[in-house]
């Protein structure tokens, strides 16, 4: 089963800010984070909650 995942361009904005995201990756808070070719950064939910940025 695969974890829900927002992208960084897509509907994570809807959800915290995009300069919020890249200090919480820069600082090793969003482990689960992926770049995906097509569709870019792929954050699951998860850990955006875990960061407290959710």
């Keep these: ?17 995009r300069s919020t995201i890249r200090r919480r990756y820069a600082a090793g808070d969003l482990p689960g984070a992926v770049s995906d070719e097509t ?6 939910v998860d850990d955006l909650v875990a960061a407290g940025a959710g």
């Excluded at 992208?7 to 959800?15: D, I, V």
């Design 1 to 17: 089963m695969t974890r829900p995942t927002l992208t960084q361009q897509g509907q994570a904005p809807r959800a915290v800010c």
């Design 39 to 44: 569709r870019g950064w792929l954050i699951p």
